[in-house]
């Protein structure tokens, strides 16, 4: 990539955070604060490239450039105090921003002499090839460029070159730290509302992007996990419902069928000792029915027989005296004769 576009396309982006801080209301702090936590990373990563790189170059291949550079670094060393200052002060401090206004005519002052003196003289002594290949050493560099201002670093070569990779090392672990550390707070501030059942916090992470970024990240995890957990706890509790359903339900048809049984077995006990009475008494009926029939034939037969023998009785007597009658006749009449 060519090393003055590249240049040019971060005074863009830098322009653009100024612009938007101006149309920011008096009292937008949130805003106010990441926008300046912007202006601190592009403006401390543009610098240290510059440094490192673009200035050291032309100083030692373009001439006239030598005096730019130098009032380049000291403006950067401006800049960089002024950044710190910032980086540490709270939006609603009364002079935050004049600090602010400050800056952005220091940077504007610094872009308009680059972009119209400095960047001409080294476009026209540096060919196509050489700008693009300084370009990409310029954004290898600036993936491990400071993320921060360190004004008390040093800002020429050699010593830049070490104090950048550094710093640059630091700040990125420092945003990543600061990052999960703001991130862990807005999942706890999260988790509070949500057991309260309040609206989540509108809280916006603070610093450089990658510290922006981690706590974004360690936010969303925070709240997927949440989640899951509100689930795991909800489907227990419908679990737990519908087995307290089922209970019910199947308690309540064992009460019905035990009724219904109950209910079965008084009215098999009600039948059973009617059917049982209603035996005893029949029996009794017909034993009674059948004593009296039994009474009555033996009285039938006995006066038969009583009548008969009493007949026979008198048939036999009748004969014995027929038979008597008959010897005592044949007894006289042969008495007689003799």
């Known amino acids: 990539m060519?090393?003055?576009?590249?240049?040019?396309?971060?005074?863009?982006?830098v322009e653009q955070l100024f612009k938007r801080y101006e149309q920011a209301g008096d009292q937008a702090f949130v805003?106010?604060?990441?926008?300046?936590?912007?202006?601190?990373?592009?403006l401390s990563a543009h610098a240290a490239v510059e440094e490192q790189l673009f200035y050291p170059a032309a100083r030692v291949t373009v001439p006239d450039t030598e005096d730019i550079a130098l009032e380049s670094i000291e403006e950067h060393h401006i800049v960089k105090w002024e950044l710190s200052e910032l980086e540490g002060m709270d939006p609603s401090d009364e002079r935050f921003d004049a600090k602010v206004t400050v800056l952005m005519e220091n940077v504007r002052h610094h872009v308009e002499e680059e972009e119209n003196d400095f960047f001409p003289k080294v476009r026209e002594e540096l060919g196509r090839n050489e700008l693009n290949d300084l370009g990409d050493a310029m954004v290898g560099a600036k993936k491990l460029a400071p993320t921060h201002p360190h004004p008390m670093s040093a800002d020429t070569p050699p010593g830049n070159v070490a104090a950048g990779i550094v710093a640059g090392v630091k700040d990125r672990i420092g945003d990543t730290i600061s990052g999960v550390a703001q991130g862990s707070v807005t999942a706890v501030l999260d988790l509070v509302s949500r057991i309260r059942g309040t609206k989540a916090p509108q809280a916006s992470p603070?610093?450089?992007?990658?510290?922006?970024?981690?706590?974004?990240r360690v936010r969303s995890s925070a709240s997927d996990a949440t989640d899951r957990?509100?689930?795991t706890a909800s489907n227990a509790e419908k679990t737990a419902e519908n087995a307290a359903a089922t209970a019910k339900r199947t308690a309540s048809t064992a009460q019905k069928g035990a009724s219904?049984?109950?209910s079965s077995a008084a009215t098999g006990v009600t039948r059973t000792a009617k059917a049982a009475k209603a035996g005893a008494k029949g029996t009794a009926t017909s034993a009674t029915k059948a004593a009296r029939s039994s009474a009555k034939a033996t009285t039938t037969t006995a006066k038969r027989a009583a009548t008969t023998t009493g007949r026979t009785a008198a048939s036999s007597a009748k004969s014995?005296?027929?038979?008597?009658?008959?010897?005592?006749?044949k007894t006289a009449s042969t008495a007689k004769r003799s």
């Open 2 to 13: 060519d090393a003055i576009t590249l240049l040019k396309n971060d005074h863009k982006t």
């Open 31 to 42: 805003e106010k604060r990441r926008l300046v936590d912007r202006m601190i990373e592009e």
């Open 206 to 216: 603070t610093g450089s992007s990658v510290a922006r970024a981690q706590a974004r």
């Open 229 to 231: 957990v509100i689930d």
């Open 260 to 262: 219904r049984t109950a």
């Open 320 to 329: 014995t005296t027929r038979t008597a009658r008959s010897a005592a006749s």
